[in-house]
Nanobody, 113 residues
Framework: VHLVESGGGLVQPGGSLRLSCEASGIIFSINAMEWYRQAPGKQRELVASITGRGRINYADFVKGRFTISRDNAKNMVYLQMNNLEPDDTAVYYC????????WGQGTQVTVSS
């Protein structure tokens, strides 16, 4: 399994970013995909998930601000992040739900004025 996250960066509070994750080595269309994040000094936490058929769940702290989506034809999962807050600063990771300890390198998101 190989995961490559991209799209992070430095953004001001209230700004937006779109994260992308390309997955290979799995049958992507049947795998639920998840986005996690890990802030400095904190445990990694689940942000959002999407099943192969598009059923979605969000953590309470991102509801109404973040949108997860996927393109099964491209083996891609996305995380559109709007109205970003400083507390959203973290390294963001994607992973297939069915794989316990498979991680990419992550993409850094920094929200700061």
């Amino acid at each position: 399994v190989h995961l490559v996250e991209s799209g992070g960066g430095l953004v001001q509070p209230g700004g937006s970013l779109r994260l992308s994750c390309e997955a290979s080595g799995i049958i992507f269309s049947i795998n639920a995909m998840e986005w996690y994040r890990q802030a400095p000094g904190k445990q990694r936490e689940l942000v959002a998930s999407i099943t192969g058929r598009g059923r979605i769940n969000y953590a309470d702290f991102v509801k109404g601000r973040f949108t997860i989506s996927r393109d099964n034809a491209k083996n891609m999962v996305y995380l559109q992040m709007n109205n970003l807050e400083p507390d959203d600063t973290a390294v963001y990771y994607c992973k297939p739900l069915a794989y316990i300890d498979v991680w990419g390198q992550g993409t850094q998101v920094t929200v700061s004025s």
